[in-house]
T-cell receptor, first 112, second 114 residues
Framework: SQTIHQWPATLVQPVGSPLSLECTVE??????LYWYRQAAGRGLQLLFY??????ISSEVPQNLSASRPQDRQFILSSKKLLLSDSGFYLC???????????FGPGTRLTVT | GESVGLHLPTLSVQEGDNSIINCAYS??????FIWYKQESGKGPQFIID?????DKRQGQRVTVLLNKTVKHLSLQIAATQPGDSAVYFC?????????????FGIGTKLQVIP
């Protein structure tokens, strides 16, 4: 069966510090991968998606970046965090042309 | 612009009653509409979907209705249980740039009163 992991589960970082969140998927190959951000009491905002290794598309311009160094690994990064980067970050995967996405447990980021 | 939104941010329902969560959308080109359930501190989970050429689809205790005339989507939960307490998101799906783009609405928080 397929599983998706995210870490860390929670993170508190000062403004201006770097960020690296990791997401890995097990039990499937060549998944489509997604990063979403969910602000408190808000909906899901798509940040990045990837259909293959090294292929990253950005939905919203910001100080975040994403990379996919391996087929089932998706990394969200920032060189300098802003207060507005606080939120719940969710990684998700889907297969092929299926629109059904499977979400990870999320990382709660607080920028202080 | 394109958007998927919800009429009610919070819905309180007595245990055993039926719940109806509503959603309005603006993009007529969507292929599917989807409902997700997000429990506190967890990622969303797929509940049910409906193809854009359908009006109604039933699952286990849930029914989704689609009214394309007024661009309205609803999720009905029968005999609401405490475990149904969560935030429910409607989402629309369409092919964009060669991939399945899913746009989520803001969400409705369902509170079940025991």
């Amino acid at each position: 069966s397929q599983t998706i992991h995210q870490w860390p589960a929670t993170l508190v970082q000062p403004v201006g510090s770097p960020l690296s969140l990791e997401c890995t998927v097990e039990g499937t190959s060549n998944p489509n991968l997604y990063w979403y951000r969910q602000a408190a009491g808000r909906g899901l905002q798509l940040l990045f998606y990837s259909v293959g290794i090294g292929q990253i598309s950005s939905e919203v311009p910001q100080n975040l970046s994403a990379s996919r160094p391996q087929d089932r690994q998706f990394i969200l990064s920032s060189k300098k965090l802003l207060l507005s980067d606080s939120g719940f970050y969710l990684c998700a995967w889907s297969l092929g042309e299926s629109y059904e996405q499977y979400f990870g447990p999320g990382t709660r980021l607080t920028v202080t | 612009g394109e958007s998927v939104g919800l009429h009610l941010p919070t819905l309180s329902v007595q245990e055993g009653d039926n719940s109806i969560i509503n959603c309005a959308y603006s993009n007529s080109a969507s292929d599917y509409f989807i409902w997700y359930k997000q429990e506190s501190g967890k990622g969303p989970q797929f509940i049910i979907d409906i193809r854009s050429n359908m009006d109604k689809r039933q699952g286990q205790r849930v029914t989704v209705l689609l009214n394309k005339t007024v661009k309205h989507l609803s999720l009905q939960i029968a005999a609401t249980q405490p475990g149904d307490s969560a935030v429910y998101f409607c989402a629309e799906n369409r092919v964009s740039g060669g991939y399945q783009k899913v746009t989520f609405g803001i969400g409705t928080k369902l509170q079940v009163i025991p």
